[in-house]
């Protein structure tokens, strides 16, 4: 019900209705929201990474397919060593998939932060 209100509400406004796509899904202005549009992300410590340096784990999660965040959002900055890692791509790929990216990145990430941890004896 509240789906048919707020779009019922946007027709009645803008006299236009939201753009349906049988292979994308709703249209949106935000191309990344295209397809299922969705955002899997969890938080993890990455002491190591982080005496590393960001620009390496910014590096790295390019290559692993995911982006990583400061834990207050996509402007919020970094502190800590606590991320959000999310998947990187939100068009053509099922949910599955989606959620399968993020959770190999992670633990990739997670088991490389323990080899960075020994290397600075942390």
Known sequence: RGIKAVGDSVKAEAGKEFALSEQY????SCPTNLGT????????????WTKEGVDKLNARCEVLCVQPRGT???SG???GCTYDI?????L??????????MID??????????????????
């Open 77 to 79: 900055g970094q502190t």
């Open 105 to 122: 990145a992670v633990n990739t990430l997670w088991k490389e932060d323990q080899e960075w941890q020994k290397k600075h004896g942390m």
């Open 72 to 74: 207050r959002g996509e």
């Open 86 to 90: 999310s998947n990187k791509h939100r």
């Open 25 to 28: 899904g709703y249209i949106h």
């Open 37 to 48: 549009g969705m955002r899997a992300s969890v938080h993890v410590d990455l002491p190591g």
């Open 92 to 101: 053509g790929y099922s949910e599955v998939q989606l959620v399968q990216v």
